[in-house]
Nanobody
Framework: QVQLVESGGGLVQAGGSLRLSCAASRRTFSSYGGGWFRQAPGKEREFVAAISWSGDTTYYADSVKGRFTISKNNAKNTVYLQMNSLKPEDTAAYYC????????????????WGQGTQVTVSS
């Protein structure tokens, strides 16, 4: 079992930046891929970014490419999401996820989820 705890959410003005962190409870997290999803009010949860277990490969939703960066520190069992040039449409609850196998955009493939952290971008 892997427990994930997100932090770093908050209120920011449009154009600002935030860095989300996702700390995992297990040392073996280094062998898991990491990802971020988000869910805005009244909308379905959607894929944001993912990173392979080694950190060599990353994937991004088109809506965040060039603005968000996902990274992984296996020594700290932590995945990060650096969010720059934030827009009001980025407002959502952001969820961290972990996967034992190959990363993918489909929610159903991910094995473990955090409780979420709220990001609110004001215009």
């Amino acid at each position: 079992q892997v427990q994930l705890v997100e932090s770093g959410g908050g209120l920011v003005q449009a154009g600002g930046s935030l860095r989300l962190s996702c700390a995992a409870s297990r040392r073996t997290f280094s062998s898991y891929g990491g990802g971020w999803f988000r869910q805005a009010p009244g909308k379905e949860r959607e894929f944001v970014a993912a990173i392979s277990w080694s950190g060599d490969t990353t994937y991004y939703a088109d809506s965040v490419k060039g603005r968000f960066t996902i990274s992984k520190n296996n020594a700290k069992n932590t995945v990060y999401l650096q969010m720059n040039s934030l827009k009001p449409e980025d407002t959502a609850a952001y969820y961290c996820a972990a996967i034992r196998g190959r990363v993918g955009v489909e929610e159903s493939r991910w094995n473990y989820w955090g409780q979420g952290t709220q990001v609110t971008v004001s215009s």
